[in-house]
């Protein structure tokens, strides 16, 4: 009964492929996030969907495109990956209204490019 | 802009010993503040949150924070640390104009030693 599940934990793939990461959410939140953690341990806020519909797009390379099926899903699918795309992809949810919802994470995504 | 800092890259006390993690902010308005636990290999983990009243707040596994408005700090402390305490803390503040968007610090690794 995990609140946000994401999958793979590990994601270990050569440079010029792509891949998917898929986060599920059973909190019923109306808002999910895909953040991004570097090897320095810094948290970068990448997208956010609230019932489907993308809300942040921040400075993000356009090999990244999400995708939210319905409101408890938000994947990510990255397209010809770098080697500078080796990072930790943490899935989030939160339910907007007050701000005062915080964030719940999933245990994250170790995607190493090689 | 709205920004949140934490100081101190890693903080180093003795189980049993008080303990005190800081986070100060910049935001435009009134704060809503966060702060989150991360161990290894995991998510971030909520432990507790400021919105408005009491300035001192308590959460999770006996931890607690202290708002402080006029010195723009948040910092977390715990009478009494554990072992089990060991871990990667981070503070966020919420974006006020947009409530989608927090505003994560630097993270401080906090090394309790038995």
């Known amino acids: 009964d995990t609140a946000v599940s994401q999958t793979p934990k590990y994601l270990v793939t050569q440079m010029g492929n792509d891949k998917s990461i898929k986060c599920e959410q059973n909190?019923?939140?109306?808002?999910m996030y895909w953040y991004k953690q570097d090897s320095k341990k810094f948290l970068k806020i990448m997208f956010s969907?609230?019932?489907?519909?993308?809300?942040i797009n921040e400075t993000v390379p356009n090999r990244f495109s999400p995708k939210s099926p319905d409101k408890a899903h938000l994947n990510l699918h990255i397209n010809s990956l770098e080697l500078g795309d080796s990072a930790v992809y943490f899935c989030?949810?939160?339910?907007?209204?007050?701000?005062?919802?915080?964030?719940?994470f999933g245990n994250g995504t170790r995607l190493t490019v090689t | 802009a709205q920004s949140v800092a934490q100081p101190e890259d890693q903080v180093n006390v003795a189980e049993g010993n008080p303990l005190t993690v800081k986070c100060t902010y910049s935001?435009?308005?009134?704060?809503?503040l966060f702060w989150y636990v991360q161990y290894p290999n995991r998510g971030l983990q909520f432990l507790l949150k400021?919105?408005?009243?009491?300035?001192l707040v308590k959460g999770s596994y006996g931890f607690e924070a202290e708002f402080n408005k006029s010195q723009t700090s948040f910092h977390l402390k715990k009478p009494s640390a554990l072992v089990s305490d060991s871990a990667l803390y981070f503070c966020?503040?919420?974006?006020?104009?947009?409530?989608?968007?927090?505003?994560f610090g630097s993270g401080t690794k906090l090394n309790v030693k038995p």
């Open positions: 989030a949810s939160s339910q907007a209204g007050t701000g005062i919802s915080p964030l719940h």
């Open positions: 909190l019923g939140h109306d808002t």
């Open positions: 969907y609230n019932n489907k519909e993308l809300i």
């Open positions: 935001v435009s308005g009134n704060p809503y």
């Open positions: 400021y919105i408005t009243g009491d300035n």
């Open positions: 966020a503040v919420r974006d006020m104009s947009n409530f989608n968007k927090f505003y």
